[in-house]
């Protein structure tokens, strides 16, 4: 008698879980503008771009993003305080002998474009928020990161540093994407 009260029980409680996952709402997805967004924000968020878009007085570097070595400061422009700019070691190209990354005019974000420890949400917010993009409308943000030698580096940053999984060409196609879709930020 216990074990058919057994079935019985079982039985009910499978029928009860079918109607109960039967007619759960469906996962949320993400809508297309979104889906691009979160790929481009794998690359914002790679230490090849948060290195030197901090929202602190210093850049960070390495994969692990340390505060830079000889506390190397921002500076009022961002190109490091006067007489330590940081021309003085980047160079227009990687100096792999010395493990020093270059490129043309090296300098941090401004801190209006600091992105440490921001949300998806609060990134992409602040990449659509001319205020703190440098001014730029969607199709200048594609520019910025179509073309800018500073964002090209992240993919040859020479040393042992590693470039962001994303491919350039895939990032800014997401990038693209992302902005002609109506640059929907994500919930969270």
Known sequence: MARAWLVVLA???TLALGFVFANAAP???DSPSVAAFREVAKVLNHPRCMNCHT???WPTQGDDRHRHTFNIMRGPDGGGPQGMRC????QDKNQDSM???GAKNWHMAPLSMGWTNLSPAALCKALR???KNGGRS???VIEHLRADGLVLWAWTPGGKRKAPDVPHAAFLAAAETWIKKGAECPQQ
């Open 11 to 13: 039985a009910a409680a």
């Open 27 to 29: 996962p949320a997805t």
């Open 55 to 57: 929202t602190v007085a």
């Open 87 to 90: 021309t003085t070691c980047h």
């Open 99 to 101: 493990n020093i990354p």
């Open 129 to 131: 928020d001319p205020a």
């Open 138 to 140: 969607g199709g200048k």
